[in-house]
């Protein structure tokens, strides 16, 4: 095959190749907004927020006893120094004083260790939650996806490790987040309040840049 032959078949190739792209639709979905509206994630947030609030107080109560007892036992050290009483009653002092310090030590590595396991709870409790959640708006946007006949559908909210966006730039791509939003809460209790919108997906207007 000669190069002019070769040449043809590459530019014909490079042709078909461009023609099948612009032929594909695009979509994007903001899933940072889809999963702020989700009526599940309000939800969940205020779940999430009685369990810190719960283990606030569990730790709050723990300092409260260690207080109570930090006042014990400034009351034998002042008692184990007073010139008043016998050297018996400075000596019971000072030995139960000995006591509660040691009781007060291990209070205090009882609640830091506690305040780490609950935190460390807490952190899981969240990342299952936002699993899950995104799990049910991921099902969502590839079922509209399907239905809707989109080649590729890109998150327009997704972050890279340099904290730039990962799609900078689309051209001519449907948003079609206002709908994923309606699909999410089309099954939301009345008093859930999540934002509706009347918008239809549209194209984007121009070129855009995130």
Do not use: C
Request: charged share 30%.
């Amino acid at each position: 095959m000669n190069r002019i032959a070769l040449l043809s078949l590459l530019v014909a190739g490079a042709l078909s190749q461009s023609l099948a792209a612009a032929d594909m639709k695009f979509g994007v979905v903001d899933m940072a907004k889809a999963f702020s509206e989700f009526y599940k994630t309000k939800e969940a947030s205020s779940k999430f927020k009685d369990n810190v609030n719960k283990a606030q107080a569990e730790v709050a109560e723990q300092w409260a006893v260690y207080k109570t007892k930090m006042g014990e036992l400034q009351d034998k050290q002042k008692l184990s120094q007073d010139p008043i009483i016998n050297q018996e009653e400075r000596a019971k002092a000072a030995a139960e004083g000995s006591e509660l310090f040691k009781e007060l030590r291990r209070l205090e590595q009882e609640i830091g260790e506690f305040q780490n396991r609950r935190q460390g709870q807490l952190k899981q409790e969240d990342m299952n939650i936002r699993k899950g959640l995104y799990s049910e708006i991921l099902e969502v946007v590839k079922t509209k996806a399907k239905d809707e006949g989109y080649d590729f559908v890109f998150d327009h909210s997704g972050i890279s490790l340099s904290t730039v966006p990962v799609v900078l730039y689309y051209k001519g791509a449907v948003d079609f987040t206002d709908e994923v939003v309606v699909e999410l809460n089309k099954d939301a209790p009345a008093d859930a309040a999540a934002p509706s919108t009347d918008e239809k997906a549209k194209p984007a207007e121009g070129d855009k840049e995130n």
